[in-house]
């Protein structure tokens, strides 16, 4: 079935620190693929996302790139701000409008050090 | 209204009681999932629906769990003959037909058994 690992956290970096989180995939045909983001004491929320092979996904600084090839989705940023502290999920969605199934990883938590 | 909301915040039930967790979503967004997320873990699928009509509702863990939308637009979750397995934080989320592949998730119910 289809499946979304992604690297386990706590991932603690200082600020203005590249930041990595890497996200494979398992899935039947051509699922589209997204980072949502759950800041403290609120709901998830979408980040970005990328519906297709090789498209780029970007938000906010972050960014990701479907590659079809080695079934990944990392995401990345450049430089992280302590407001960016939060878990991140990856996720992927396969169906038709009939039968959407939105499968999520089990998140990584990111803490940013001023 | 303004995002998704979800009730209560927080219920504490003893092991065997009934609970109904309601969700209301985003005025006028057709498809609501529900999601199951232990602690530390990702959101696990429950059921979806599109308007009125549930048209997957494989990931519900047992007949004990049971979920509705009568009217196409508020959602009720009930879990009969709760068991400490329960415990968890049920989220509900919600798209929009312009918009299908970004999900609005509401702040979730934590469900706590004793």
């Known amino acids: 079935g289809n499946s979304v690992t992604q690297m386990e956290g706590p991932v603690t970096l200082s600020e203005e620190a590249f930041l990595t989180i890497n996200c494979t995939y398992t899935?039947?045909?051509?699922?589209?693929l997204f980072w949502y983001v759950q800041y403290p004491g609120e709901g998830l929320q979408l980040l970005l996302k990328a519906t297709k092979a090789d498209d780029k996904g970007s938000n906010k600084g972050f960014e990701a790139t479907y590659r079809k090839e080695t079934t990944s989705f990392h995401l990345e940023k450049g430089s992280v701000q302590v407001s960016d502290s939060a878990v991140y999920f990856c996720a992927l969605r396969s169906g038709t409008s009939g039968t959407y199934k939105y499968i999520f990883g089990t998140g990584t938590r990111l803490k940013v050090l001023a | 209204g303004a995002g998704v909301s979800q009730s209560p915040r927080y219920k504490v039930a003893k092991r065997g009681q009934d609970v109904a967790l309601r969700c209301d979503p985003i005025?006028?967004?057709?498809?609501l999932f529900w999601y199951q997320q232990a602690l530390g873990q990702g959101p696990e699928f429950l059921t979806y629906f599109q308007n009125e009509a549930q048209l997957d509702k494989s990931g519900l863990p047992s007949d004990r769990f049971f979920a509705e939308r009568p009217e196409g637009s508020v959602s009720t979750l009930k879990i009969q003959r709760t068991q400490q397995e329960d415990s968890a934080v049920y989220l509900c989320?919600?798209?929009?037909?312009?918009?299908?592949?970004?999900?609005?998730f509401g702040s979730g119910t934590q469900l706590s058994v004793l």
């Open positions: 005025s006028g967004h057709v498809s």
């Open positions: 989320a919600s798209s929009s037909p312009r918009e299908v592949e970004k999900l609005f």
């Open positions: 899935a039947t045909g051509y699922p589209s």
